[in-house]
T-cell receptor
């Protein structure tokens, strides 16, 4: 398994500002992911955070809006830029130990973001 | 392309009754299938996974799921519900098509009545 922490756990932000969410894992992992979970809905993959290279974004998500860093195998950040109320959501970090990415994922507790 | 359908956004059972949460998948290749549980204000936690070994998979907290290829189903069951089982349950599918992606179902919220 893996123990994952996220900071902050929640935040209330004004529109037009940016928020950076941190994800820390207790051991080195191959793959790290960022998801968005809107109220009452399932998870939507934003991007795969790649160590040492640019993140791989899913359709509908762009680097300018959701820049991601992954400086090493235990840490990643997701920034939500120029926020609007539509960005209000829970943002989840997850990791997978398998290099193929088919194995189970371990999730952080999430960051609950409210944009006013 | 893979997809996951969970039948019933809400399921309510009495304590001690059978829990049945339905999941159907679509995949072009043999899939990896998962059930996750999410308790309030927490991240997702793996309940069990199917990776082409035994078709009946046992997980944590007394849950199990059966992979039925002919029905493209992976329903989650528990013989006797406990109050602590009240949570959101997500079915997920991953497949190897040269790239990785896990698709999550819409989720089923389980209510357990005393």
């Amino acid at each position: 398994s893996a123990v994952i922490s996220q900071k902050p756990s929640r935040d209330i932000c004004q529109r037009g500002t940016s928020l950076t969410i941190q994800c820390q894992v207790d051991s080195q992992v191959t793959m790290m992911f960022w998801y968005r979970q809107q109220p009452g809905q399932s998870l939507t993959l934003i991007a795969t955070a790649n160590q040492g290279s640019e993140a791989t974004y899913e359709s509908g998500f762009v680097i300018d809006k959701f820049p991601i860093s992954r400086p090493n195998l235990t840490f990643s950040t997701l920034t939500v830029s120029n926020m609007s109320p539509e960005d209000s959501s829970i943002y989840l970090c997850s990791v997978s130990r398998g290099g193929q990415g088919l194995e189970e994922q371990y999730f952080g507790p999430g960051t609950r973001l409210t944009v006013t | 392309a893979q997809s996951v359908t969970q039948l019933g956004s809400h399921v309510s059972v009495s304590e001690g009754a059978l829990v049945l949460l339905r999941c159907n998948y679509s995949s072009s290749v043999p899939p990896y299938l998962f059930w996750y549980v999410q308790y309030p204000n927490q991240g997702l936690q793996l309940l069990l996974k199917y990776t082409s070994a035994a078709t009946l998979v046992k997980g944590i907290n007394g849950f199990e799921a059966e992979f039925k290829k002919s029905e493209t189903s992976f329903h989650l069951t528990k013989p006797s519900a406990h109050m602590s089982d009240a949570a959101e349950y997500f079915c997920a599918v991953s497949e190897d098509t040269g790239g990785f992606k896990t698709i999550f179902g819409a989720g089923t919220r389980l209510f357990v009545k005393a």
